[in-house]
């Protein structure tokens, strides 16, 4: 069994910055892959950003959001930069190995003035 644990969700002024975090524990195996999604009021949950062999952001916040991982900590990071309005939604850490997939709970971010 796998957990996942999110941290650094808030609220934010259109153009900042915030952290999101996510520790994985438990049964943990190498060559997993950890991202993000987020879900919007209303809307369908969506990909946001992967990181395994290789990272992969989606072109909706390419060049504001980095995704990174310490594997010796088994996290995950989201650093998002120039945060939009349109940002606002529950953030999901995901972790896939094998055929199992995991989810976190979620990290509410808003951004609004």
């Known amino acids: 069994q796998v957990q996942l644990a999110e941290s650094g969700g808030g609220l934010v002024q259109p153009g900042g910055s915030l952290r999101l975090s996510c520790a994985a524990s438990g049964s943990i195996f190498s060559g997993n892959i950890m991202g993000w999604y987020r879900q919007a009021p209303g809307q369908q949950r969506e990909w946001v950003a992967t990181?395994?062999?290789?990272?992969h952001v989606a072109n909706s916040v390419k060049g504001r959001f980095t995704i990174s991982r310490d594997n010796a900590k088994n996290t995950v990071y989201l650093q998002m930069n120039s945060l939009k309005p349109e940002d606002t939604a529950v953030y999901y850490c995901?972790?896939?190995?094998?055929?199992?997939?995991?989810w976190g709970q979620g990290t509410q971010v808003t951004v609004s003035s």
């Open positions: 995901r972790l896939g190995q094998g055929t199992y997939v995991y």
């Open positions: 990181s395994g062999g290789s990272t």
